[in-house]
């Protein structure tokens, strides 16, 4: 027996939800039937929300900037190039605050929690009004976030052809475009062994797949990045996995990726986001380190830099700015995920930088690199899971960016003062002798530093001054 809802009664229940709704902070929302009977959201997401505006630093109003003004040149560059801010789609529009111990504790109004097409327009829609009224020019993506998976890949490629049709139609009149896209390669049980690194041909062809499909769609899209994260490429236990050959596998992989982003005119950066652990107990992409000598080894470095996650950076054991630092000193940084952990829990929490001081050494990095582009900062941050009103996604967005922004106007002070950067150099001026530039030059042979070394005799020993270091710091921040 089929049951029919009367459209009047789907009307009742939409106009009901709106009406109930906690705080007046969600979409005055109607509801229409289309063909299929189906409750379709129409006018604003954020009708109590206006555009983000700059008011500075002295504002108490929670839905303004105080830091960050996009139009302010700082050291030749407007701050919004330096910055390049991108929204998350996967944290923002898809998170539910659920985690391993708890169910789900947040619904956006408009959201009905299915994995349908039509749900999937609706979150699209949401997400550009969403950039817009907070003045952000990039958002990033996985295939699977924005596109329900379908029975079959061919399926799949129709439902993400669909919403990329949409999503290039509200781009239209905007500067709206991806900073990067990238494939979902670790949700589905098909990935559990890996996805370049499955010891199973046909998982390994079947990402292949997926990751072409979603690099096209990138570039159809006008993104300027296309990221390779690996959470499942690693292994639980060495007991039955063939490292060398997994390894070898993940090589190639790329190299075929690196082909076809030449095959269809994809101008954009490849990155790799490296991460020690979490999903897999080891993932093969460790850190920056690791990463960069994996790229060496395949001869892959003209094809690939780095998307440094910070909250991944200290997963490892490491600061972000290390990571960062690294990164940069290699040629290969070109992208930050913008977040940071909890010194208290040892897992990736996700959550929105805040910290001021952290946020300038972040900076000063970035100016030292000469910027990011393409690249830039994507908010891979998430709400708290007590976190549960659309105002919240705002707040913490606007906070993210205020505490870089106010890292950038730090970081250009301490830059252009250069208090840090001498005393740095006064450590090394040693170096600037006719012996430390032969071995800086790698021409000092050992012969000749031992005559130095008896001419010498015992080297006096020196302050680092660590203390007057972050002392400086310190009084920029």
């Not at 899209?221 to 690996?230: D, R």
């Not at 940071?340 to 929105?352: E, K, N, P, S, V």
């Not at 001081?357 to 910027?371: H, P, R, S, Y």
Request: net charge negative.
């Amino acid at each position: 027996m089929t049951i029919k809802i009367h459209p009047l009664l789907c009307f009742l229940g939409c106009l009901w939800v709106a009406v109930a709704a906690e705080d007046g902070l969600i979409a005055d929302m109607t509801c229409r039937v289309d063909a299929a009977e189906k409750p379709v959201w129409e006018g604003e997401f954020f009708p109590n929300v206006s555009t983000i505006k700059y008011e500075g630093p002295s504002s108490r109003n929670p839905l303004a900037y105080r830091w960050y003004n996009a139009e302010q040149v700082i050291l030749g560059k407007k701050m919004k190039d330096w910055l390049r801010f991108s929204v998350a789609f996967w944290h923002s529009f898809r998170g539910d605050g659920g985690d391993p111990f708890g169910s789900p504790t947040r619904r956006w109004p408009w959201d009905d929690g299915t994995n349908s097409l039509e749900m999937a327009k609706i979150r699209m829609r949401a997400n550009f009004e969403f950039l817009e009224k907070l003045g952000v020019e990039y958002w990033c993506f996985h295939d699977r976030d924005i596109a329900p998976e379908g029975a079959t890949l061919q399926e799949s490629n129709r439902n993400l052809d669909k919403l990329v049709a949409l999503a290039k139609r509200l781009q239209e009149g905007t500067n709206i475009r991806p900073l990067w896209g990238t494939a979902q390669l670790f949700k589905h049980p098909r990935y559990m062994h890996g996805a370049a690194t499955s010891p199973d041909v046909k998982v390994f062809a079947y990402a292949a797949a997926q990751v072409k499909k979603t690099m096209e769609v990138t570039h159809e899209l006008g993104g300027e990045n296309y990221v390779f994260w690996g959470g499942r490429e690693g292994y639980q236990t060495l007991l039955n996995t063939d490292m060398k050959k997994e390894l070898d596998h993940m090589g190639s992989f790329l190299k075929a990726a690196a082909a076809w982003k030449k095959k269809i005119g994809f101008e954009g950066t490849l990155l790799l986001e490296p991460k020690p652990q979490e999903p897999t107990k080891h993932q093969y992409d460790w850190d920056a380190a690791t990463t960069i000598s994996f790229l060496q080894k395949y001869g892959l470095l003209g094809d690939f830099k780095l998307n440094i996650e910070c909250n991944h950076a200290t997963l490892a054991g490491h600061s972000c700015v290390h990571e960062l630092e690294v990164a940069r000193i290699n040629g290969v940084l070109g992208n930050i995920d913008a977040n940071t952990g909890d010194a208290q829990t040892g897992w990736d929490t996700d959550q929105f930088l805040t910290n001021t001081e952290e946020a300038t050494l972040i900076m000063l990095t970035v100016i030292k690199n000469g910027g990011l582009a393409p690249g830039g900062f994507n908010f891979d941050a998430k709400l708290r899971r007590e976190s549960i009103d659309v105002e919240d996604l705002f707040i913490a967005h606007i906070l993210g960016m205020d505490t870089l922004a106010r890292g950038l106007v730090n970081a250009a002070k301490l830059y252009e003062d250069g208090v840090l950067s001498n005393l740095v150099n006064s450590r090394y001026g040693s170096f600037d002798s006719e012996i430390g530039a032969q071995i800086e030059a790698g021409t000092a042979d050992f012969e000749t530093l031992e005559k130095y070394a008896f001419e010498w005799g015992e080297p006096a020993i020196t302050s680092g001054k660590q203390e007057l270091a972050e002392m400086i710091l310190h009084s920029y921040t």
